[in-house]
Every structure is written in C-alpha cells, then in structure tokens.
C-alpha cells in the first residue's frame, strides 16, 4: 500500500494504469478501516494496515499479494523508523515523491 501522490511513479500508461487501480483499493481499504483520510501519523498508519489484514484474514483471506515484486526489486533492508515517519510524515501531507524510498543491503 503506498500511500502518497503516485504521480511521478508513473513512467509509463501501463503504471499509470496500475497506479489508478490502486489508489482505488487504497481507498476502499480507508472505509473498510472506517477512516476518511491518511493517518495523520506513521504510527496510526502502521495500525490502520494491520486492522485491514486482520480483518481480511478473519474474512477468509488465505493469503497476500505483494505486486510491488512488479515495478521494484524486493532486495532492500527495513529502514531506520526514524527514516521511515520523517518520509510518512512529509509526504502524507501532499507532494509527490520522485521514487519510493529504498535501504539497499
């Protein structure tokens, strides 16, 4: 789930495309969490992606799909929290990232 202004990451009409489509679910995951809106902190957003798994997995869900395997190589280490809510909290009040953030090995 990414969560910011996409604009930038779409390089070409197949991610832009994507990107739409997931800006879609994003949202359908904020009503079924019962917000309206991005959290307004890193620690609330971490909260709101696990009640939507929680409760996908309590509906049945067997499994996650991980598309960011697509546009990205999955090679990287967890970043530094620090690292991690100065970004959310930056670019979750608008403006568009130039490519999401990577911590490589």
Request: charged fraction near 25%.
């Amino acid at each position: 789930m990414f969560p910011f202004d996409n604009r930038n990451m779409e390089i070409n009409p197949d991610r832009a495309l994507y990107h739409l489509i997931q800006e879609k679910v994003f949202h359908r995951y904020l009503v079924q969490a019962g917000i309206s809106a991005l959290p307004s902190d890193f620690t609330d957003y971490e909260s709101f992606i696990r009640r939507v798994l929680e409760d996908d997995k309590r509906q049945g869900a067997m499994a996650i799909k991980l598309e960011a395997t697509y546009f990205m190589p999955l090679h990287f280490l967890d970043p530094p929290r620090d690292q991690a809510e100065a970004i959310y909290t930056n670019y979750s009040r608008g403006g568009a990232p130039l490519q999401p953030p990577r911590w490589r090995k």
